[in-house]
């Protein structure tokens, strides 16, 4: 699986401990901004996964709140990287997901 569906905040846990980067999207079903990102979420995802670096994560916001919260999630799509448990930088357009690849290469 390219892109884990994180179903809780131990799941969030487990993905942040077993990889060095670790890029988040914050979305919502009813989030048409965030159904748009998600192919090209997916797309790079696919294309740029690399175990124990670079992993990919989804967290649907209306059923996490408390990680959204956790992470100051306003807007969506909303895209956080994350480095060794460290938030360094987040986006919110399609853009700047390449750029949170780049920094995490």
Do not use: C
Not at 43 to 61: D, Q
Not at 88 to 101: F, K, M
């Amino acid at each position: 699986m390219t892109i884990k569906r994180i179903s809780s905040t131990g799941d969030l846990n487990n993905i942040l401990q077993e990889n060095t980067n670790v890029i988040i999207n914050f979305g919502a079903a009813w989030s048409a901004p965030s159904n748009v990102m998600n192919s090209e979420f997916q797309k790079l995802a696919h294309a740029n996964t690399n175990a124990g670096n670079l992993a990919f994560a989804e967290v649907n916001t209306d059923e996490h709140s408390e990680i959204a919260a956790a992470y100051n999630i306003s807007g969506m799509p909303t895209f956080v990287l994350v480095n060794n448990g460290q938030v360094q930088e987040t986006t919110r357009d399609a853009s700047g997901i390449q750029g949170l690849i780049n920094r995490a290469a």
